[in-house]
Nanobody, 130 residues
């Protein structure tokens, strides 16, 4: 069974940066889609970024393009989300999710469908304020 543990959240001022980590144990992240989702109070959960570990393809939602970068360290079985130029609207609980690649049809849109992901972390709070 794959376990995911997020870390790196916190309070940051607008324009600041944070790096979230998603450490995996129990299974390798090979041949998986790994995504970061977020959920703000009163809002639906939304996919933010995804990496397809087989080939390194990445996807981002428009609101974070140019500011967020997803990456993977296969040796550490860890995925990162580098978040720069943070804005108050980025405030949310961020969740790491992993889904087996056969769950997806290869189109970017399916990367944002939460039901396709088999494993979820507990979340880490990101607050952009000040």
């Amino acid at each position: 069974q794959l376990q995911l543990v997020e870390s790196g959240g916190g309070l940051v001022r607008p324009g600041g940066s944070l790096r979230l980590s998603c450490a995996a144990s129990g299974l390798t992240l090979d041949y998986m889609h790994i995504a970061w989702f977020r959920q703000a109070p009163g809002k639906e959960r939304e996919g933010v970024s995804c990496i397809i570990t087989r080939d390194g393809i990445t996807h981002y939602i428009d609101s974070v393009k140019g500011r967020f970068t997803i990456s993977r360290d296969s040796a550490k079985n860890t995925v990162y989300l580098q978040m720069n130029n943070l804005k108050p609207e980025d405030t949310a609980v961020y969740y790491c999710a992993a889904g087996k690649s056969p769950n997806f049809d290869g189109t970017p849109d399916t990367s944002w469908e939460a039901f396709r992901y088999d494993f979820w972390g507990q979340g880490t709070q990101v607050t952009v304020s000040g």
